[in-house]
């Protein structure tokens, strides 16, 4: 299957401290994206970066690929209590077109003030 | 202004009943979806309907039949409701040839 993975399931933080999670995939990709998920509400779209792009920052977050190993990584700098929430990364593989995107099983953060 | 909408939030209802799950988007997008997200947050995509092509997830059962008035909504409609099916539904839209999804905010299903 295509499903990805987060790693780690679960990061408890202080406010203030950056936070890090990894994605892992298996096939092809046209793009990856991160979501974040509040809880008891949908998934809002953060950032997108492309299978030839390496590295994209937004604000406080920064993407990484590495198309090679089939992973990509999120980090938030800086973080603050409004950022916990469930985080998930999502790929678009080749030939996906209108088939949707695949989730992974999302990384749960919580920052602790 | 909600740009993706869904009716109802919540849905509880019995085993074997029929029930329907309403979508709209206001943002012009040609590709709508359904996916479903299981209670260990485990998403997954159902369908995606773009200019009136329909593609199905091999694993979703008959059960479940998307219905497209119009470009603006795509309605969820389950048959004969089982206990597995209780999860949260979730709507997004895409507009054509974009990747970027924007989500409803979830349709909570409890089947008794």
């Known amino acids: 299957s295509q499903q990805g993975e987060e790693d780690p399931q679960a990061l408890s933080i202080q406010e203030g401290e950056n936070a890090t999670m990894n994605c892992s995939y298996k096939?092809?990709?046209?793009?990856l994206q991160w979501y974040r998920q509040n809880s008891g509400r949908g998934l809002v779209h953060l950032i997108l970066?492309?299978?030839?792009?390496r590295e994209k920052h937004s604000g406080r977050l920064r993407v990484t690929l590495d198309t090679s190993k089939k992973s990509s990584s999120l980090l938030i700098t800086a973080s603050r209590a409004a950022d916990t929430a469930s985080y998930f990364c999502?790929?678009?593989?080749?030939?996906?077109?209108?088939?949707?995107?695949?989730f992974g099983k999302g990384t749960h953060l919580i920052i602790q003030p | 202004d909600t740009a993706v909408s869904q009716t109802p939030k919540y849905l509880v209802t019995q085993m074997g009943n029929d029930k329907s799950i309403k979508c709209e988007q206001n943002?012009?997008?040609?590709?709508m979806y359904w996916y479903k997200q299981d209670s260990k947050k485990f998403l997954k995509i159902m369908f995606s309907?773009?200019?009136?092509?329909?593609?199905i997830n091999e694993t979703v059962p008959n059960r479940f039949s998307p219905k497209s008035p119009d470009k603006a909504h795509l309605n969820l409609h389950i048959n004969s409701l089982e206990l597995g099916d209780s999860a949260v539904y979730f709507c997004?839209?895409?507009?054509?040839?974009?990747?970027?999804?924007?989500f409803g905010p979830g349709t909570r299903l409890l089947v008794l």
């Open positions: 997004a839209s895409s507009p054509l040839g974009q990747e970027t999804q924007y």
């Open positions: 970066i492309r299978s030839n792009e």
């Open positions: 999502a790929t678009d593989y080749l030939g996906g077109g209108a088939d949707g995107l695949t």
């Open positions: 309907y773009n200019n009136k092509e329909l593609i």
């Open positions: 943002l012009g997008h040609d590709t």
């Open positions: 096939t092809s990709i046209n793009n």
